[in-house]
């Protein structure tokens, strides 16, 4: 799905700001029907932003079910003429639009886009009433998944098994915007191997919303002098630019990749969409990752798209700031933990050179990890009454939305299509075979994926040979042999070196790091200290250093994020950051400062640091 823009045909109005906002009063939104009248500005929410933590009201932070946004918005008179559509950057984790009284469209899946073509519902010039239902409802057969417990006094719980608070609404921009009545659609750009300075290819198609007979067609290339660099009239082929610049870590180059429908008589555009590309090839071989043929190795970091009030609302001060503080510390790379974030972060990073493991919402496919923690005998994480087909469905439909969105960005090296599912229980590999197979179907330029748990150890793990990468998340020092490092290093080299010689895939440490308070001092291995997490990280980094496999290290995680209040361990969240949520730094960061910045590079100099000093 492209992003709208704004161009000389195009036009884009933002519908961000203050919408007026309600609580459904039961889970028959059909009886209380809001969209069929005026919601009352008593409540207000800011939009794009989570609502949970903008009220002071504990029943408005823990509502579970649907909630209502409205507001007022018209159809600019000079669009006469066009197409136009609106667009919602996201809903979590289900939407459903109302244009007056009218059922517009629903979206199920928290964190992609989806949009409706209401031209024919709305005339040029005319006001609509518009309608957002928002639910935040996990079940068995969402992604992520979960189940809502009705308790004695008839509230409503939900449950799920992420480590994250289940932040809810419109967290990201709506938009209203039009396109000609016969428009580009889609825009799929591939890129083939090219060294500095040679002949870069583009393989691409563009798809226009019918066929184009009678009119024109061209496909441009402008380098970022603005300079022409290849041409075609074909609607799919490829381009060669010669004396190519590279999309590398670290010194990004973007392209303008331009598609235009002309008239045949003048030339004239009728349609225009940009795409920004970067000329970049990424692969596997062996134990190593390569971008552009050359060895990378990832530092950096697994996220939150979590900051204060706002909860997972897009803010664009949080990320450049964010960003910042990830440059100065070294860090080339982050892994979008756990779900797809705002496409604003990949553009960012598109533009600066950072790259990304780019993840799904399917985080909670483990039921034995709640289990184990609270005592509980676990119940299989995959059967008829748990995560079964219509889970794995929207799964899949995650994933199609997914790649469909993301494809074209070149910061986005990898697909990560689950977050510690179960990967040692029986019905794991049917389940996520089929899924393997979609993400190769749809995108087979980028390696795959997933993020094993601790439980699932080499040689009981039954699918990380399906995938190209290895992804292990792993808390010696913290979970495991708690306050004894002594111990923990030992363990986590065994570890290590299982997955080594097993399958020889390169490692990427995708999760390590230990909760920590900041300001609390100890001499000693005390947990929650500043200076256990620093000892924590160093004797991982220790270990890293002596598996050749090993190709990246991400801490968990580059900043506190709050959490369900459900567990007595989560004391105002997850701490397990190296900033606090408010981006104040603890002691640990000056230590991976120096590691991911040092001029002799990392693993004995084997690897050349993206941001050295």
Not at 200 to 206: N, P
Not at 416 to 430: C, D, L, Q, Y
Request: hydrophobic fraction near 35%.
């Amino acid at each position: 799905m492209l992003k709208p823009q704004s161009n000389a045909v195009r036009e884009l109005v933002s519908l961000d700001g203050i919408w007026n906002f309600a609580l459904a009063q039961s889970t028959d939104i059909e009886a209380e029907s809001p969209w069929e009248r005026q919601i009352p500005a008593r409540l207000q929410v800011p939009v794009p932003a989570s609502y949970n933590d903008i009220f002071v009201d504990r029943k408005i932070r823990d509502h579970v079910g649907w909630v209502f946004y409205q507001r007022q918005v018209t159809v600019p008179r000079l669009w006469s003429g066009q197409r136009y559509f609106l667009r919602f950057d996201a809903a979590t984790h289900q939407g459903r639009v109302y244009i007056d009284d009218k059922f517009l469209v629903e979206h199920i899946g928290g964190y992609t886009p989806f949009e409706a073509d209401i031209t024919d519902l709305v005339n040029p010039g005319q006001q609509f009433r518009l309608t957002v239902a928002v639910n935040n409802e996990l079940t068995w057969h969402t992604i992520p998944p979960g189940r809502v417990e009705v308790l004695e006094n008839g509230d409503r719980k939900q449950h799920y098994q992420h480590d994250f608070f289940n932040y809810a609404g419109l967290a990201r921009s709506v938009w209203l915007y039009t396109v000609p009545k016969t428009f580009i659609s889609r825009i799929s750009v591939n890129t083939r191997e090219a060294e500095e300075g040679q002949t870069g290819i583009l393989d691409y198609e563009v798809e226009t919303s019918q066929v184009i007979d009678g009119l024109g067609f061209r496909v441009s290339v402008l380098d970022e002098d603005e300079t022409l660099v290849a041409q075609s009239c074909s609607q799919r082929g490829s381009l060669e630019i010669t004396s190519v610049h590279l999309w590398q870590p670290g010194a990004a180059y973007l392209y303008q990749f331009r598609a235009e429908i002309t008239s045949k008589d003048s030339g004239e555009a009728l349609d225009i969409c940009d795409v920004l590309v970067g000329v970049r090839t990424v692969k596997v071989t062996g134990n190593q990752f390569l971008i552009n043929d050359k060895p990378f190795y990832f530092t950096g970091f697994g996220k939150h798209e979590d900051t204060p009030v706002r909860g997972k609302g897009h803010d664009p001060a949080y990320m450049v700031h964010d960003f910042q503080l990830m440059k100065w510390m070294g860090a080339n790379s982050f892994r979008t933990s756990h779900y797809p974030y705002a496409e604003e972060v990949l553009e960012y990073a598109d533009r600066h050179g950072i790259v990304v493991i780019d993840e799904t919402a399917a985080v909670g496919l483990n039921l034995a990890i709640v289990a184990g923690v609270l005592g509980l005998k676990a119940v299989p994480t995959f059967s008829p009454d748990t995560m079964n087909d219509k889970t794995q469905e929207a799964h899949a439909q995650g994933i199609r939305e997914l790649v469909a969105r993301d494809k074209n960005h070149p910061s986005v090296v990898m697909w990560a299509i689950a977050n510690e599912p179960s990967s040692s229980e029986e019905g794991v590999r049917e389940y996520m075979e089929p899924l393997v197979a979609l993400t190769r179907e749809l995108d087979p330029t980028r390696p795959l994926c997933f993020a094993n748990e601790n439980q699932a150890n080499a040689a009981a793990d039954f699918i990380s040979d399906l995938f190209d990468v290895l992804c292990l998340n792993r808390y010696y020092g913290w979970y495991i042999n708690t306050g004894n490092l002594e111990a923990a290093e030992p363990g986590l080299e065994k570890d290590l070196r299982s997955w080594q010689s097993k399958y020889d895939k390169p490692i990427i440490m995708s999760e390590y790091g230990a909760d920590t308070m900041a300001g609390l001092h100890a001499v000693g291995d005390v947990p929650w200290s500043e200076e256990y997490q620093t000892r924590i990280l160093e004797m991982s980094h220790r270990v890293f250093d002596r598996i050749d496999n090993v190709v990246g290290e991400h801490v968990w995680n580059f900043a506190d994020f709050q959490t369900p209040a459900t567990f007595i361990f989560r004391v105002d969240g997850n701490k397990k950051g190296v900033f606090t949520r408010d981006r104040r730094p603890k002691s640990a960061v000056q230590s991976l400062r120096k590691r991911w910045t040092e001029p002799k590079g990392l693993k004995n100099g084997r690897y050349q640091n993206v941001f050295s000093s």
